[in-house]
């Protein structure tokens, strides 16, 4: 039974709501929400939202914008408390039958994060406020990483890599941020004392991100950033020998996670252990008619991919923490983003290269927050790795999401320590 919708009420309660004012700055248009039961028509000017009417008795849709899902995505998304994982935001229930339809250059994309915030203050209107975990300020005392440039060589090329470093444990930990990302993702945990006592963490941009540039002699500007994994691995493992590191973990999310399992297969004697955050067995499930080139296309708004993102953070960890992965999200090159996620969906599949992992011989480990498609994607998720390469210890996380080494920094470390001490057991490694 989906819950009656009071347009007075709605209209009230976004009315109020000031992240939406501003995400929606300068826009005017309309956007339409449709459920099986009620359909409301959001109208802007210059960003004001200054009406929702109800137009669901047999009014045609006028909106530049109409967001819709069966009966089946709105029952889960409208029924009240802890949402239900797929259907927590815009961005993920379009892999569970929601649909965005409209003016894809006027609106959609560059006003995705303002799509986004209505999303979340419709249902919050609906069901009621949203709970979040409060706010985490760090570790100030141990935020002590220390950054520097190494020189690298792989791929016939040359590049000034940018590393940051923490803690005095015997392991190294190379730390692998999510696509088009970089090293910052990682501040929470490099400042952590328990894994500073644990491991020497590394966190490091690979050429092209954050304060890594692209590699000597690259002729960037007259061509996409189109990486192979072989490629992305090969800075990896020439990172690993031009500092000497004996047997290093290596850690990853995302696009990382990708990169931990080929790894695994394809340099299995470098590292120590490999630990997989939300990656996958095969090439995901996406949208019909995705394509990255929305990513690397100039007509296209760079608002668009950080705007997508901030919808595949958690809905329920603290607030600021999910803004600061949009941050580091808008602060990247366009085009860095759809190259490495090219990778993630396209360039990584177990199914041709997961039979040389050992994961007996070197621990291999897939943790997948409870909200990444990974830990419910039977067909391509966590449980397939675990399913089809002996060994592997697939763990989900609660009320994480497929960003939280940065969205819920307290609550990835409480459930990351002991999966780290029992890798370090078997390891041997202290």
């Known amino acids: 039974m989906l819950p009656k919708i009071n347009s007075t009420a709605v209209a009230a309660y976004a009315k109020k709501d000031k992240e939406l004012t501003y995400n929606m700055r300068g826009l005017s248009s309309s956007v339409q929400i449709t459920t099986p039961n009620a359909a409301l028509r959001f109208s802007f000017v210059n960003g004001e939202l200054t009406d929702v009417a109800d137009v669901t008795q047999g009014h ?14 709105w029952q889960a998304a409208l029924k009240g408390g802890v949402p239900k994982a797929g259907y927590e935001s815009l961005s993920m229930g379009q892999l569970n039958g929601l649909k965005i339809d409209g003016d894809f250059l006027g609106v959609i994309a560059p006003y995705q994060l303002g799509l986004q915030r209505l999303f979340r203050v ?6 009621g406020p949203l709970g979040r975990k409060p706010e985490f300020h760090g570790h100030r005392d141990t935020d002590t990483a220390v950054g520097r440039y190494v020189y690298v060589r792989a791929n016939g090329q040359e590049a000034r890599m940018y590393y940051e470093e923490a803690g005095h444990g015997a392991i190294p930990l190379l730390l692998q941020a999510t696509a088009g990302a970089d090293s910052r993702q990682y501040r929470h945990l490099l400042a952590d004392p328990d894994m500073q006592a644990r491991f020497r963490m ?28 072989e490629e992305l691995m090969n800075w990896v493992v020439a990172l690993a020998d031009k500092l000497n590191l004996d047997q290093p973990y290596f850690m990853g999310c995302s696009v990382g996670g990708q990169m931990a399992l080929d790894l695994a297969a394809e340099h299995p004697d470098r590292f120590g252990a490999f630990i997989s955050l939300n990656g996958q067995y095969d090439p995901p499930t996406v949208p019909d008619g995705f394509t990255n080139d929305l990513f690397r296309t100039p ?7 950080p705007g997508l993102n901030f919808g595949a953070s958690s809905q329920i960890g603290p607030e600021s923490s999910a803004h600061e992965v949009y941050w580091i999200y808008r602060s990247s090159f366009p085009g ?25 011989k070197k621990p291999v480990y897939l943790i997948a927050g409870e909200y990444d498609p990974a830990a419910y994607d039977e067909k391509h998720g966590g449980a397939a790795v ?8 697939f763990i989900v996380t609660p009320g ?5 080494i940065t969205d819920d920094p307290q609550g990835f470390k409480e459930a990351l320590i002991p999966i780290l001490d029992e890798v370090i057991q078997r390891t041997g490694q202290k």
């Open 336 to 360: 860095i983003y759809a190259g490495d996620n090219d990778y993630f969906m396209y360039g990584h599949d177990l199914s041709r290269n997961g039979h040389k992992i050992d994961a007996h």
């Open 122 to 127: 419709f249902v919050d209107a609906v069901t």
């Open 202 to 229: 590394i966190a490091y941009d690979l050429p092209f991100h954050g304060r890594s540039l692209p590699p000597m002699g690259v002729r960037w500007w007259e061509q996409a950033y189109l990486p192979t994994g």
């Open 400 to 404: 994480l999401s497929h960003f939280t």
């Open 299 to 305: 007509s296209i708004s760079t608002h668009l991919a």
């Open 60 to 73: 045609l849709s006028t909106a530049a914008v109409e967001i819709s899902g069966s009966s089946q995505f």
């Open 386 to 393: 675990e399913r089809n390469i002996p060994g592997v210890r």
